[in-house]
């Protein structure tokens, strides 16, 4: 079981991205998907996720309005798309599926992308 995030890079403030990630080894349709992020010195923030056969995402409040999540199950690809990014949103970002429930709090996901890294220059 693997998932494989991609699409980060150094954005300035203002400026968009899109993360991508994809996974093998595991039914896509079985699993609720989510992204989470890391900012230096501080915890896992959840972002959004998806239920599992459920094609509205829920967002954090902090990214609601500016971060998209979408995905395309036959390609088991889940994007993040990023507009209107803040240098407070630098962080390592994450995507996680969990066949459990899908609570904000990190420990409950237990499959877990290697990050990709965001940066967001002023």
């Known amino acids: 079981v693997q998932l494989q995030a991609s699409g980060g890079g150094t954005v300035q403030a203002g400026g968009s991205l899109r993360l991508s990630c994809t996974a093998s080894?595991?039914?896509?349709?079985?699993?609720?998907m989510g992204w989470f992020r890391q900012a230096p010195g501080k915890e896992r923030e959840f972002i959004g996720r998806f239920r599992r056969n459920n094609s509205n995402p829920n967002y954090a409040d902090s990214v609601k309005g500016r971060f998209t999540m979408s995905k395309d199950s036959a390609k088991r690809t889940l994007y993040l798309q990023m507009n209107r990014l803040e240098p407070e949103d630098t962080a390592v970002y994450y995507c996680a599926a969990t066949t459990g429930l899908p609570y904000d709090d990190p420990r409950y996901w237990n499959v877990w992308g290697q990050g990709t890294l965001v940066t967001v220059s002023s």
């Open positions: 080894g595991l039914t896509f349709s079985n699993y609720n």
